[in-house]
């Protein structure tokens, strides 16, 4: 066996069997010698491997030393791409930066600068790269090869997703009058990122599907409970955003409009609200006068 490491010796090793039919270890001319565990067998040494077989690493080279007699585990297919999958992930992928520039152009001015466009035309794509390279270089190091064309079939798909319903979800809730619905586009947006994340991972990783889908909904589980609570420490609300700020276009308002009375009645719980909110801005700010005061009378009095 011919070993592509400058750690091996030209004739490093020989196993061979004895008459009992053991196999047997024997070093040779090797400056490394051979790692068997915690040992480390020199040159000129044998070592009677056993019958479970044995790892060995020679150089920087691991050898698993394995025998007739051990059973294996069947063979696991590969993911594969389905056939057509390139396609339509390059589609995607023209769909996305058409998406980027059209909503670009929705919100510039007339008469706009065109270095403008410069951000959207070389910052996607380099991110893009970038952000694919990083993957590939991940399913290098654990799956042993450079898979940018697996990682950019997973990427532009997943990214034009993502996209649509940062543009469209707003919209679909205002035309329904769905506040909640609204206030849950940035939890949606958080999972369509961590299975992002999950089928590049699996991608590296093919072996463990199951611990990595449980690895991220948990991290994800634990973002939304950590974001969660810190709004509703600074701000008394479960989501940021007080209220819907996303005005539905005319043509697509599917929810009734609804009596200025029944809003005003809506409205009527607010005032308590707001008001025990002014009593305690001005609690606190008495409070800390307070101790301002008391600060600044003990350094007069020394």
């Not at 004895?18 to 020199?42: C, E, P, W, Y």
């Not at 697996?150 to 809730?173: C, E, F, K, N, T």
């Not at 991608?203 to 810190?230: D, E, F, K, M, Y």
């Amino acid at each position: 066996m011919v070993l592509d490491d400058p750690h091996v010796a030209p004739h490093h090793a020989r196993l061979a069997a004895n008459d009992s039919g053991n196999v047997v270890l024997t070093v040779l001319s090797s400056h490394n010698g051979v790692q068997h565990g915690k040992r480390r067998i020199a040159s000129g040494q044998t070592l009677v491997l056993p019958d479970t077989g044995a790892l060995m690493q020679l150089g920087a080279t691991h050898l698993n030393l394995r025998l007739p007699a051990e059973v294996l585990t069947p063979e696991q297919p590969m993911r594969r791409m389905p056939a057509g999958g390139t396609a339509w992930a390059l589609l995607a992928g023209v769909l996305l930066l058409a998406l980027l520039f059209g909503t670009q152009w929705l919100g510039m001015d007339p008469g706009t600068d065109p270095s403008v466009w410069l951000p959207t035309l070389l910052g996607v794509p380099m991110a893009l790269v970038l952000w694919i390279g990083l993957w590939a270089l991940v399913s290098k190091v654990f799956s042993h090869r450079f898979d940018f064309g697996g990682h950019l079939r997973i990427a532009l798909p997943w990214l034009l997703s993502i996209s649509l319903v940062d543009l469209l979800w707003p919209q679909v809730a205002a035309a329904v009058d769905s506040p909640l619905m609204w206030q849950l586009g940035g939890a949606v947006q958080a999972l369509l990122v961590a299975l992002l994340v999950r089928a590049h991972l699996v991608q590296a990783l093919p072996s463990h599907p199951r611990a990595i889908g449980a690895a991220v909904a948990a991290l994800l589980l634990l973002g939304v409970t950590l974001t969660v609570v810190t709004t509703q420490r600074q701000t008394d609300r479960w989501f940021s955003a007080p209220y819907m700020s996303t005005l539905p276009l005319p043509a697509t308002r599917l929810a009734p409009t609804v009596p200025t009375a029944a809003l005003l009645q809506g409205m009527a719980p607010l005032q308590g609200a707001l008001a025990a909110r002014v009593q305690k801005a001005r609690d606190e700010d008495e409070a800390d006068s307070a101790t301002t005061d008391g600060n600044e009378g003990g350094e007069d009095s020394e």
